[in-house]
């Protein structure tokens, strides 16, 4: 796909979906490997641009696209599809030629999750419906409606946020060839994400208690309880890990008003169950320190580069290198952009 750089032109763009995607994309300066993990948003100042922003060079190109993915951007796990959660439909696209694959009329609530084998996809919407990529039939379906969905990495368990005042989790279990459906009820808070972790044994849950009170909560499938439980202020974050890792992020927006240890991502070992280290992000600029709220976060899937958008205004980029425990980029938008959607699908 022949992509065209224009970040002076669209120097402040509203951005509203980001996914980390695995996809080779051909540039004037020749190829970007699959390794550079492009990451990708659309903007709504500039309607109809999908914007894809490399880790590994900094740069940010953009293609023209007639359709707008107000709940979501998801790269199929191996990268040859993208799944745009537009307004009334799930629009495919075909990586490559960016040509049609499907266009399936169900309205989308959030980002469609992809299972890291490539061979499911989740769509949410007033009720659950998983199908199949190479058809696209409707393969389950639950009529909890939801807004937020997640595979394990052995692709046999999904995990989704109800979309409505209920305080559950629900997990669908794809070990035989009939689904398996569990609720979690979830005390304490009502919970903005799940992401399934150590394949599906355990849950990492983001919860909103209150305004400006947020809780991560660590729950045990197997011992039916929650063996892990931290308050954060004023929270309003988000939760991810990585196909693979051994490591989850967590973060707490802050307030922009106070740069020290405020806002800040936090590193979780999962075997270990407790934060092993706490980043406060702020950059350095004019001599003064600027704060980051950090808000919706992503890991590419060789645990190197963590991407994370700014909750409140300045509206920023981060890109922060785990490896060598560094931040390595800042992209700071005109004050009228609003970054307030981040999605991906990981495979290592």
Avoid at 159 to 176: H, M, N, Q, R, Y
Avoid at 251 to 267: A, D, H, L, M, W
Avoid at 273 to 278: D, K
Wanted: hydrophobic share 40%.
């Amino acid at each position: 796909m022949n992509v065209k750089s224009r970040l002076g032109k669209y120097s402040a763009i509203l951005f509203v979906a980001v996914v980390v995607g695995i996809v080779s994309f051909r540039s004037g300066t020749g190829t970007i490997l699959p390794t550079d993990y492009p990451v990708y948003f659309w903007a709504a100042a500039a309607a109809g641009d999908l914007f894809i922003y490399h880790p590994a060079t900094r740069q940010i190109e953009s293609v023209a696209i007639p359709w707008n993915p107000v709940h979501g951007i998801t790269a199929s796990a191996d990268g040859r599809r993208i799944y745009l959660a537009a307004e009334r439909s799930v629009i495919v696209l075909n990586t490559t030629t960016l040509s049609v694959v499907a266009d399936l009329p169900y309205p989308p609530t959030g980002p469609v999750a992809v299972s890291p084998d490539n061979r499911l996809v989740a769509i949410m919407t007033d009720s659950l419906l998983v199908l199949r990529t190479d058809t696209y039939a409707v393969l389950f379906h639950h009529p909890t409606a939801v807004r937020q969905g997640a595979f394990s990495d052995d692709s046999r368990t999904l995990c989704c946020t109800a979309g409505d005042s209920a305080d559950v989790v629900l997990v669908v279990g794809f070990d035989s060839d009939t689904p398996t459906v569990e609720q979690i009820p979830i005390e304490g808070g009502h919970p903005s994400k799940a992401i399934p972790v150590m394949n599906g044994r355990r849950i990492l849950v983001y919860l909103t208690e209150q305004p400006m009170l947020s809780r991560l909560a660590v729950i045990d499938r197997l011992a039916g309880d929650e063996i892990y439980s931290e308050h954060i202020f004023p929270g309003e974050g988000d939760i991810i890990s990585a196909a693979g890792w051994d490591r989850a992020i967590y973060t707490n927006s802050g307030s922009p008003r106070r740069i020290e240890g405020s806002s800040s991502f936090k590193i979780f070992a999962i075997n270990d169950n407790q934060p092993i280290e706490e980043v406060n992000t702020r950059r350095h600029g004019s001599g003064s320190p600027h704060g980051f709220p950090v808000g919706p976060v992503q890991v590419t899937p060789d645990h190197r580069w963590l991407i994370a958008l700014s909750a409140t205004e300045p509206p920023q980029l981060l890109l922060y290198d785990l490896e060598n425990e560094q931040f390595a980029d800042w992209q700071l938008f005109g004050d009228d952009a609003q970054l307030r959607h981040l999605s991906v699908q990981l495979q290592p």
